[in-house]
């Protein structure tokens, strides 16, 4: 029977169509449409030898007497540093400056690698270099917001081959965050506590969702998943800000972050996806109803006009099923 | 220089990309991936001599004794009528009944037309179907809101090629509209107007961005346009709901949005899309700050992950090249 079921914290709701469920295993990819990119492509920007095609690093991370991480300003950026915030008037319209920062971090020297399977070291190195730029993207004065994300594949909106995770830095906090941290906040002064926390909890206590956990984070397929194999990993321990994670918790995040790619490269050949972590405002880095956490989105399935007009996502598969699956996948 | 620009009535952002903006002529379809259907294909559910592989038509035009265009209720349902609203919980979490409407327009016998290739009666057909499917849907005592979609090839969400549109009523408002009607709400009390109304004339005042307009309706590429080729069409006269148009302006929203997809149609090598009629809910029909329109979304680039996380798009082109582009296109 088909089910409206509402985000916990947001208050946004999804359908999950069972008249058209499809069972887990069926999303896996047409073995024809995987990857196979060779270890080096000397026309690759991100490969070593072409450092000159990128400018120089703001982060490198090296390893006998190489570089195995770099993170860079983007060439190609939607955002320049060297842009005011400025608002100006079109007629009756509002605009500003594109002032924002872009950075991409170039993960590895290897060019046929991902999260999946690369070393545990080198994705440590990853999550270090996210938190290195974070903290220092946000000690800029007109930063008001910190994106961390990886789009892996066409499908999730990259063509680029070279395993790579941007950052994006804006001076605008936009309506679609402002308002679940709206209500977090009613949250937080009605119940006391966090929402963030509050789910968290939950879904440990109800246990069929979960994908795995450790001493400092748990996976999960959220109860209103948006669509299959939506995967949530969530910090125990109550931060508003991802920058203010320390090097256990970098540790404890790497090692699960990669084991949920995975499980999902394994499970589900390799399919595209996008993750992104989720941090409060810089200005409300500390605030006790503002929680961080990553979402993982493999594309399996395609939004169309519905989700478009209504916010509204359509979810044909039961996130307890995906989570099984995710569980049951040997790594 | 990149800019961000400000949804007048939502308060979105979106950033226009001018680092990698790309000319309105580079978003053509690689001509192999232009989709030929057969006039006929006996395996397809809504061609003619199929009828009995959809249910009974809850609304049908006839013509020379056979049907022209059938409105039946959608087999493979996201949300089904008989379900209840009844809400419950699962631990914290809140569910409801996977009650709703879903209904399929088939919009001609002939299997490989589109709107961009049929004949004005035709379509003239489709939006009356619309209309008289929305007014009827209206009357239902749970329902909430209607949404009318058509969505057009595979990457814009749909396999079917047989040509047809959607219906889907809710009963419930989602925060994806509730929130823009706030606004709305807000911009009413200050300024005593409506803000579409608002954004209507300005933009007939700016011209650069009008695609094209009759005497009832507006068709424009919004200042703040998420994507390549975002057109809105707006009605001049105010209506809150899609549900009060009356026959003159069925035949004037026809004849624009059908001029406007054949731009889209040709100029573009008929590229997949979406497009979505967004009217108020059915409670608020009549309303003073609301305003129904539709937006047609080309699927020519892919949002990625910084458009999951922030809700701002990234646009990758002009929406004033892209109105003058559609401007010149002859049909």
Not at 9 to 35: C, L, M, Q
Not at 215 to 241: M, N
Not at 303 to 313: D, L, N, V
């Amino acid at each position: 029977m088909p089910e409206f079921r509402q985000n916990f914290a947001t208050k946004e709701w999804v359908i999950i169509a069972t008249e058209r469920a499809r069972r887990p295993d069926s999303f896996s990819h047409n073995p024809g449409e995987r990857r196979n990119p060779p270890p080096f492509d000397p026309q690759c920007p991100f490969c070593p030898g072409n450092e000159e095609k990128t400018p120089a690093p703001v982060f490198q991370i090296s390893q006998n007497g190489r570089w195995a991480l770099r993170a860079v300003t983007n060439k190609f950026a939607a955002l320049r540093e060297d842009m005011d915030t400025q608002r100006s008037h079109v007629g009756l319209f509002l605009k500003a400056g594109g002032h924002g920062i872009a950075e991409v971090i170039i993960e590895t020297p290897a060019h046929d690698l991902n999260p999946a399977t690369m070393t545990p070291e080198c994705f440590r190195n990853v999550v270090e270099a996210y938190r290195n730029r974070y903290n220092s993207i946000s000690r800029q004065e007109k930063v008001e917001l910190i994106s961390v994300f990886r789009n892996h594949g066409p499908r999730a909106g990259t063509s680029l081959e070279h395993p790579h995770s941007q950052i994006i830095a804006t001076p605008i906090v936009p309506p679609h965050i402002r308002d679940p941290i709206f209500q977090a906040r009613v949250a937080y002064d009605t119940f006391g506590s966090c929402i963030y926390c509050e789910m968290l909890a939950e879904e440990r206590r109800q246990k069929e969702r979960v994908v795995m956990e450790n001493d400092l984070f748990l996976a999960y397929c959220p109860f209103a998943s948006r669509s299959p194999f939506e995967t949530r990993i969530i910090p125990k321990v109550h931060h508003s800000s991802f920058g203010r994670i320390d090097d256990q918790e970098v540790t404890a995040f790497a090692q699960i972050l990669q084991e949920v790619l995975k499980k999902i490269y394994i499970g589900l050949d390799n399919p595209d996806y996008n993750y992104i972590i989720r941090s409060a405002p810089v200005s409300e880095s500390d605030v006790k109803h503002c929680h961080w956490y990553t979402v993982i989105a493999p594309r399996l399935t395609t939004p169309a006009g519905f989700e478009m007009g209504t916010g509204i996502f359509i979810n044909v598969s039961y996130p307890e099923q995906c989570a099984q699956f995710l569980r049951d996948v040997k790594t």
